[in-house]
T-cell receptor, first 114, second 113 residues
Framework: DAGVIQSPRHEVTEMGQEVTLRCKPI?????LFWYRQTMMRGLELLIY????????DSGMPEDRFSAKMPNASFSTLKIQPSEPRDSAVYFC????????????FGEGSWLTVV | GENVEQHPSTLSVQEGDSAVIKCTYS??????FPWYKQELGKRPQLIID?????GEKKDQRIAVTLNKTAKHFSLHITETQPEDSAVYFC????????????FGTGTQLKVEL
């Protein structure tokens, strides 16, 4: 398996623009997570899905952030409008309930908002 | 919700020495404790994990211990090598909390020659 695949790997955008991050989880995994990593706040869980259904979005910072999982092999995290404080690395991760909880991370999307 | 504290935030050791990183958790219902290693510019990768029915687990030069009573767990790296230099994260998962992990704040380990 190719692992969790994220795109884009790097994005630089201007404040106010819409940003869409994409994720393809490992085939067969039933959990999908979106994490944000910054120096100040470390690894924060934004939202996670189980069988394509959002379970906990309490980590989503505000209404500018939204996430969807239309099917088992695709998810998006959208920021609209983007702000400089959204600059971070966004990791998508997936796991399979039967795998004993091991979570596998994608390579991350490095977002810079100027 | 679960809260995980990790210490120290930075750790510098000489090559060949041992390194110990400690974490505490708040929710006694936590039952799974993984450790991730993140090299600069890379993704976090699982290096070892332990479940609440086990007190210690070892894999070559790394080991993890768990004290459920005190609600803390530790990562031990022996005979450290320069390639061990990275950021290490502990995490905890609550029973019945889906597969949701709460991470510690990370420890920057530097192994000096």
């Amino acid at each position: 398996d190719a692992g969790v695949i994220q795109s884009p790997r790097h994005e630089v955008t201007e404040m106010g623009q819409e940003v869409t991050l994409r994720c393809k989880p490992i085939s067969g995994h039933d959990y999908l997570f979106w994490y944000r990593q910054t120096m100040m706040r470390g690894l924060e869980l934004l939202i996670y899905f189980n069988n394509n259904v959002p379970i906990d979005d309490s980590g989503m910072p505000e209404d500018r952030f939204s996430a969807k999982m239309p099917n088992a092999s695709f998810s998006t995290l959208k920021i609209q409008p983007s702000e400089p404080r959204d600059s971070a690395v966004y990791f998508c991760a997936s796991s399979y309930q039967g795998s004993g909880n091991t979570i596998y991370f994608g390579e991350g999307s490095w977002l810079t908002v100027v | 919700g679960e809260n995980v504290e990790q210490h120290p935030s930075t750790l510098s050791v000489q090559e060949g020495d041992s390194a110990v990183i400690k974490c505490t958790y708040s929710d006694s219902a936590s039952n799974y404790f993984p450790w991730y290693k993140q090299e600069l510019g890379k993704r976090p990768q699982l290096i070892i994990d332990i479940r609440s029915n086990v007190g210690e687990k070892k894999d070559q030069r790394i080991a993890v211990t768990l004290n459920k009573t005190a609600k803390h767990f530790s990562l031990h790296i022996t005979e450290t090598q320069p390639e061990d230099s990275a950021v290490y994260f502990c995490a905890a998962k609550i029973t019945g909390g889906g597969n949701k992990l709460t991470f510690g704040t990370g420890t920057q380990l530097k192994v000096e020659l």
